[in-house]
């Protein structure tokens, strides 16, 4: 009897003659990709950081020019006390004397082109005034190169009738205008002038959530009143007792 025919598939034992390798251990070349990946992304991110850098910079600069060439006009316009007059004259020098009743001032534009709703305010911080905020603004309408003006002092300022008069370490003078382009400044002796900005005020979130949260509850109050009426009946001395609350 004739041995069965051996199948591949049959043939559970198979030997090697060599053992087998273990894992080769990372080559050199290895290394020296993986630092070169990692120093190309790291050169990547620091390319990416310098132009952010740059790219805030130019932003940083061109709104800086932007500020200038709007406040060019602004900064030409200059508000100064020019002197002051005193309750009473002396009938035998002629000096004028006694507290200071009011203040004398001027606005020169040296700019080329007008000015409008100018106000001149004068305030001061060693001196008490009525107003917080100073004795009063003066108005006017237009300024094409220069006005001169007065603000009355009240009450009258008491100084040292032997002092001198020092407009620029006793009083400040601010004027607020309207330059040629329609924008709105804000200038205080001698310093920087400020843009004034329209204030434009917005509810937050969760006022806006509030508001119709309460305005829903009273819609449904309203609508199921009658329900509502049976347990905690409405003081019908109110006249508006029966009207909707919205």
Known sequence: MQDPVRLPCQVANWSYSDPVLAAEAPK???WMQAWGSLAGLLMSGIAAIA???LLRHEIRVRREEQRDQESAQARLIIARLTGSRREATDPETGVDSGPFVALTWEVINYSSQPIMDAQVGISSSKYPQDDTEGWGDEYVDVIAKKFNGSTELSP???VDPLREFQPGNDFDISIEFYDAAG???LRKNRETPRRLLPSS???SRWTRFKFGFWHKVAALKWKF????WRFWPPDK???F???PPF
């Open 241 to 243: 007792w029966d009207a």
């Open 201 to 203: 005020w917005e509810p």
């Open 28 to 30: 050199i070349t290895d």
């Open 237 to 239: 001395s109110d006249p």
């Open 225 to 228: 009143r009658k329900i509502i």
């Open 51 to 53: 132009t952010l850098l």
């Open 183 to 185: 924008l709105n400044w």
């Open 156 to 158: 009258p300022v008491k």
